[in-house]
């Protein structure tokens, strides 16, 4: 079982032969259970279908995976808002300045394709080996379409790795001028509160225990600053002070400043 994984259980399934030696290796690697079909005794079910990969929640009954060419993201990239959504002023977007990203929790990949969309070359760290297999399938998908792989090619590039030891890991010249961290949100006692992918992810990966670490070394790290993504009323990711935030109706992004910039 990969090391940052939660205890809940996983396996991989795969009825095709397409992809069978792909879900093979990945289950193999990852010393997780292949079988051909769906079985109940898993909580979370990582499925290499014809179509594509998802991770389906037994008991949400429901899958989550990775869509650049439909759906929620390609509406936000039409309609979005552009460089005038909270997002854009938080990274610090202005006309003819288009910073270079480090999206250290990369997740399902959400900002960091609406951040390229406005025109940021994205760096993106995930720990969760599964969470980057949902990533590339979707990215592989993205460049077989037109719009989105202008967005993808030469944009968006994934590394499946502790951010902590990549960003450790950076010299002078490889560090990107934004860090951008939107971590876990704290969990809600009503679960109704939490969507329902985000429920998906906390069954994954159970709590986060590194975002203090990973916030100071983001701040060791950004050329000119870092951006936390955080719930409106949450209190700040740690006991060091923002700068300033930026609010939108239901989030705030906490910005601070690099010694740096
Ligand atoms: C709330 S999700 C991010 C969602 C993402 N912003 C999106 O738009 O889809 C948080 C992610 O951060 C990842 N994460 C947390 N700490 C990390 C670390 N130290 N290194 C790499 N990934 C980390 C978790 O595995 C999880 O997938």
Do not use: W
């Amino acid at each position: 079982m990969p090391n940052n994984q939660h205890k809940t259980s996983l396996c991989i399934i795969c009825d095709n032969d397409t992809r069978h030696e792909q879900a093979s290796s990945f289950a193999a690697d990852h010393q997780l259970p292949l079988l051909n079909k769906q079985d109940d005794t898993f909580e979370l079910q990582l499925i290499f279908g014809d179509e594509r990969i998802e991770l389906y929640d037994r008991q949400l009954n429901t899958s989550i995976y990775v869509d650049f060419v439909s759906g929620a993201l390609a509406h936000r990239q039409q309609f979005g808002g552009g460089r005038g959504q909270a997002i854009a002023k938080a990274i610090g977007l202005k006309q003819g300045k288009n910073p270079e990203v480090l999206d250290v929790t990369a997740g399902l990949a959400r900002d960091a394709y609406i951040l390229a969309t406005l025109g940021c070359h994205i760096t993106l760290v995930e720990q969760s080996p599964i969470l980057c297999a949902l990533i590339e399938d979707g990215m592989k998908r993205g460049l077989e379409n037109e719009q989105s792989a202008q967005i993808l090619s030469g944009q968006f590039e994934l590394h499946n790795q502790n951010a902590i030891d990549y960003m450790s890991k950076l010299d002078e010249q490889q560090r990107a001028d934004v860090i951008y961290i939107d971590p876990m949100y704290p969990e809600r006692k009503k679960s109704a509160l939490v969507k329902k992918d985000m429920q998906i992810l906390q069954r994954l990966l159970g709590k986060n225990k590194n975002d203090g670490e990973l916030l100071d070394a983001a701040l060791n790290c950004a050329r000119e600053r870092v951006v936390v993504k955080r719930p409106s009323h949450a209190p700040c990711l740690t006991e060091t002070k923002p700068a300033t935030s930026i609010n939108s109706k239901k989030t705030r992004y906490d910005i601070y400043l690099t010694k740096s910039s």
